[in-house]
């Protein structure tokens, strides 16, 4: 897999590189915000390691152009701030995860395995179109539609759809959408649970309603 960089410290790009090729990754690094959508025009990566504090195109804007153009390449927010508004934003802009400076880089590592891990869990795989209600699921062709619409989805998004769509009814707490979807190596909050489901709800359009909170316990989908 191809990971793109983007990060104007060299120092802590180069670093980044280093570990992800030890690991088996191809990487590319930008420096410079600007020269990040001229590069995915070329050649699109499978994911995307992105700073948010960049000259030229700031990360957030970066975050949000990227995701309205290429909703499939997960993005890795990488974020020396410390407020936790920074982060929801982030996350409402499209960013898959996040991570904040200083980070452990065997922690960066795992976090990029998870959020360009193509294949769902093995007891997720529904073969051919999934139907319900009016939204029509497509696995391989990883699309999404909703009375005939199609909509965007992150893969976070689109993973956590097809997980509840293959479960009508099942109530699933944060902590086991956070193992089947993110990964049990990997330290997610539950405020990325919260803010991925927002995200998702707010995209199923007349559908959204079936998308339940359940206070106390987490979020179910409601049969058709």
Known sequence: MKILIVDDEEDIAG?????????GFQT???HNGMEVLPRLEKNLPDG???DLMLPGIGG????????EKYPQ???LMVTA????????LGLELGADDYIRKPFNIRELVARVRTV???????NQEVQGTITTGKIQINP?????????TEIDLTLIEFKLLQLFAGNPGVAFSRDKLLDRIWGKDVFVTDRTVDVNIKRLRDKLLSEKERLETIRGVGYRFRDA
Do not use: Y
């Not at 670093?15 to 690991?23: A, P, R």
């Not at 391989?140 to 005939?148: I, L, P, R, S």
């Open 15 to 23: 670093l980044i590189q280093f570990h992800l090729e030890e690991e």
């Open 73 to 75: 390449i997960p993005i």
């Open 48 to 50: 995307i390691i992105l």
């Open 140 to 148: 391989t062709a990883h699309k999404v539609f909703v009375e005939g």
């Open 116 to 122: 360009t891990r193509r294949t769902t869990d093995p």
């Open 81 to 88: 701030k410390t407020g936790e508004t920074d982060v929801v």
């Open 60 to 67: 957030m804007d970066l975050c949000r152009r990227i995701k």
């Open 28 to 30: 590319e690094v930008c």
